[in-house]
């Protein structure tokens, strides 16, 4: 592996464990593709499943250091293309992988399969998202957390409220952070206009927004009701790029669709394809930054 993957990897040292195995995954499979190795002769050289290989190229699974060692030296053997590979710099990002404190105490709230989007979350360098009945966690106020989560909410839970905001303020600190990702988001006008807590809890979260809007990284937009140009699909999704550790290789890309007890993490090219031009098309449909922000302050005056 060259210095300029190296360097671009930098960034990537500090990552969290998922976008780590993510990435390693990634790289493997690039290796493997260099070696002209099938996954079988993979899988046999360390003494694994070719359903082994298969899950450790795409993030699900991890090695120990000295099956990884025994696979990249495999690999280095045979490739042909006069780059040598870095064995070391692989077993060094190979460390971390697996942090299995990392969902203690507060964040023990997050269901096991948005854990993944959590971590994505941390590590992208641009976020797209459709919300349509809620304001998105990451811009929610503190008081506008603790109505849906009431007691006699619908979206009520059973631990302790205090974990669940606080899990979500922890979460909205990469709007803060140096290198904090561009992210735009489109809320359809049901998610504005919605009445969750009183007025007032309604009127502070979108004069919220407003100063959201402040912020050079964050783009809102209101899709409105009357919008001639709305995609008939309105269903939520969020779309995730990470940059790739090598600087010519393609980033990670992720869509993130919800249900109400499971997700699913979507990265297939005709997935992401399919999204890619409903996102278009929203977008297209909803209002332009400044009128948005000018609806968003109308409306949180008629809240209050």
Partial sequence: MNTAIR???????????????????????????RANVRV????????????????LEHGETGLRRLELRELLEFYAERIAD??????EWFLEFNKGAENRGRWDGYRSVHAKWFRMAVDLEADADTIDIYQTELIFGLFQ????????FAPDSPNSASAHIDDFIGARLERQKILSKSDAPDITVIFSESAIVRLNGTPKVMSDQLTHLVKLTENPNIQIHVLPFRS????????????????????NAPPLNFVYVETLTNAEYLDGNSELAQYHKLWGGLLGASLDQATSKDFLIRVAKEFR
């Fill in 7 to 33: 360097e671009g990897g930098k960034l990537s040292a500090m990552a969290t464990p998922t976008v780590r195995r993510l990435q390693l995954g990634k790289e493997l499979a690039r290796l493997r593709a």
């Fill in 40 to 55: 079988d002769q993979a899988a046999k050289a360390i003494e694994k499943t070719g359903p082994v290989i298969s899950r």
């Fill in 82 to 87: 006069g780059e040598p590979v870095d064995i």
């Fill in 141 to 148: 106020t503190e008081d506008y957390m603790r109505s849906i």
């Fill in 228 to 247: 001639p140009r709305a995609p008939v699909d309105g269903s939520p999704f969020i779309q995730f790029r990470i940059p790739a550790l090598d600087p």
